[in-house]
């Protein structure tokens, strides 16, 4: 099953934001997905470059993975001195109560 959401829905605070009251020319798209093997189920979100993936593990622990494969999705830079940046964002993207 796959879906397609405002960006703003799946990741708060990135995109959805107006230009003189009409929406950006390019909107990047959130989607989701969820895949279901047997009685196991994962739910994919992705944005851009970028994907959160939910899934219990061993079937007993919630485990919630960030990939960002691009940093501009999350308005970082590229420099290994930016990496502290780049995980304080990618972290507040997750979840409220599923931080580590």
């Given at each position: 099953?796959?879906?397609?959401?405002?960006?703003?829905?799946?990741?708060?605070?990135?995109?959805?934001?107006?230009?003189?009251?009409?929406?950006?020319?390019?909107?990047?798209?959130?989607?989701?997905?969820?895949?279901?093997?047997?009685?196991?189920?994962?739910v994919n979100a992705f944005?851009?470059?970028?994907?959160?993936?939910?899934?219990?593990?061993?079937?007993?622990?919630?485990?919630?993975?960030?990939?960002?494969?691009?940093?501009?999705?999350?308005?970082?830079?590229r420099r290994?001195?930016?990496?502290?940046?780049?995980?304080?964002?990618?972290?507040?993207?997750?979840?409220?109560?599923?931080?580590?």
């Amino acid at each position: 099953m796959r879906s397609t959401h405002s960006p703003g829905s799946c990741f708060p605070g990135i995109g959805g934001s107006l230009v003189n009251g009409h929406p950006p020319a390019v909107r990047p798209v959130c989607t989701t997905k969820v895949v279901t093997r047997d009685t196991e189920v994962t739910v994919n979100a992705f944005f851009k470059h970028s994907r959160v993936t939910q899934y219990l593990k061993d079937g007993r622990a919630l485990r919630i993975e960030t990939v960002v494969n691009s940093p501009d999705d999350l308005r970082c830079q590229r420099r290994l001195r930016n990496l502290d940046e780049l995980r304080a964002k990618a972290r507040r993207r997750q979840p409220a109560g599923t931080r580590y």
